[in-house]
């Protein structure tokens, strides 16, 4: 599953690279980590609207939900949604119908294990040059100005299955052929589940060892220094 990302580009390298502009410009600026537990805002390209970019909180809150701090406190946090599952969850289905996005990235982090280590050695996993790509996603709108998204998963290639090597799952990164048809709103439901089990990217990434004390709770992540590679 995928609970941590980054996105370090500038706001003009992002709207020149999807042909769209921040909606709320002032809520951008470069991360070098963000964690799906601290239920943060990720960036996005709606379906309804693909010439803005949204601020979206990490955690799809479905339409049906009233109570969002009841539902923050249940075991349901809706991070990520498995392509498996998606059009017949209660919290999902509405979304991955008419309401699909793009979540812009550069990278994400993922745990892994090797025998004789105590707990999970963190790789970061990217793009050549650490080029801009896009999760598929699904959202809702709870109010004019409040949209919350979740990322779709799949089960993990074999470059992911050596990675995330336990439960060898992996986010479902577009080809960026098929960002435009993610968000296509006349697919029914064949169609996107085509997309989902033949649009991952068929550009290679790759991964490194980053710091160790990733998983320490008070370790501050946020910058430069995490993306480095470490022996």
């Not at 990235?105 to 745990?111: I, L, R, T």
């Not at 004789?116 to 100005?145: H, M, Q």
């Not at 470059?159 to 060898?168: G, L, V």
């Amino acid at each position: 599953m995928c609970y941590e990302t980054s996105l370090t580009k500038t706001t003009r390298q992002i709207e020149q690279r999807f042909s769209s502009t921040m909606k709320v410009p002032l809520l951008y600026e470069p991360y070098y980590h963000r964690s799906a537990y601290t239920y943060p805002n990720l960036f996005c390209i709606p379906q309804e609207d693909p010439s803005e970019i949204f601020p979206m909180e990490w955690g799809l809150v479905p339409f049906w939900v009233h109570d969002l701090e009841k539902h923050r406190n249940s075991k349901y946090k809706n991070w990520n949604a498995k392509k498996e599952n998606v059009f017949t969850s209660k919290s999902f289905k509405g979304s991955i119908k008419n309401k699909r996005c793009l979540i812009i990235a550069d990278g994400f982090f993922e745990p892994h294990y090797e025998p004789g280590v105590k707990g999970a050695i963190p790789k970061y996993c990217y793009l050549e040059e650490r080029k801009l790509f896009t999760f598929a996603g699904i959202y809702t709108e709870i109010d004019s100005d409040y949209w919350t998204v979740g990322l779709i998963t799949t089960e993990a290639n074999d470059f992911f299955a050596e990675i995330h090597n336990r439960k060898k799952r992996m986010p479902l990164v577009l080809d960026e052929d098929f960002e435009g048809e993610w968000l296509n709103p006349s697919l029914n439901e064949k169609n996107v589940q085509e997309l989902m089990d033949n649009g991952f990217t068929k550009e290679d990434f790759f991964a490194h060892t980053v710091r160790r004390d990733f998983y320490t709770r008070d370790a501050n992540l946020n910058v430069p220094g995490t993306l480095e590679p470490v022996d």
